[in-house]
């Protein structure tokens, strides 16, 4: 069985250029999560979906963050202006069902962000 | 969210049981102990998690204190592809079942 697939998995951009993170969630996995992992940090979560919807998204800057999953499979993330302070790691993750406790979470490896 | 605290690094020799200390003394009722590992360049993996009883897999074994304020993961017999990041954290109960809050976690090595 595949895992969540990322890319890409390096990404190098200017400041103030837009960029683009996708990510496909282990089939028939409703919920979908974005964190950040800065370095030497744990990961921090940004938005999380279950299907289509967004039903925490408290912790993303969205002034230049926006993200959306279209028929709730697999997801976007988008930085519009990219500024410094974004040179990070951006995480995917997916669980079966998210809501119910103990509900097991699975990553994808990342997509590695620098910003010049 | 209620907050855990860990050791910022320890190290183990292969073959050797390791036991990683979490502290979570504010721990609300109904939230859940998590443990998640996280090797260089990878995401991180899950590992085990636990409400109140004590938990075994595969990979872990996982003994929370009775007053829940405080855990430990056991590795029973670490091997060097143990060495990486390991992250105790805590689910949000409610409707936020699905939000971990990760902390900075514990640097594992294991050494030959």
């Known amino acids: 069985e595949a895992g969540v697939v990322q890319s890409p998995r390096y990404k190098i951009i200017e400041k103030k250029q837009p960029v683009a993170f996708w990510c496909n969630p282990i089939s028939g996995h409703n919920t979908l999560y974005w964190y950040l992992q800065n370095l030497g940090q744990g990961p921090e979560l940004l938005i999380r979906y279950e299907n289509e919807e967004a039903v925490d998204d408290s912790q993303l800057p969205k002034d230049r963050f926006s993200a959306e999953r279209l028929k709730g499979v697999d997801s976007t993330l988008k930085i519009q202006p990219a500024e410094l302070g974004d040179s990070a790691v951006y995480l995917c993750a997916s669980s079966l069902d998210g809501g119910s406790p103990g509900a097991e979470q699975f990553f994808g490896p990342g997509t590695r962000l620098t910003v010049l | 969210d209620a907050k855990t605290t860990q050791p910022t690094s320890m190290d183990c020799a292969e073959g050797r049981a390791a036991n990683l200390p979490c502290n979570h003394s504010?721990?609300?009722?109904?939230?859940?102990v998590y443990w998640y590992r996280q090797i260089h360049s990878q995401g991180p993996q899950y590992i085990i998690h636990g409400l109140k009883n004590n938990e075994t897999n595969e990979m872990a074994s996982l003994i929370i204190t009775e007053d829940r304020k405080s855990s430990t993961l056991i590795l029973p017999h670490a091997t060097l592809r143990d060495t990486a990041v390991y992250y105790c954290t805590l689910g949000a109960g409610g409707t936020s079942y699905g939000k971990l809050t990760f902390g900075q976690g514990t640097i594992l090595t294991v050494h030959p």
């Open positions: 504010t721990i609300s009722g109904n939230e859940y």
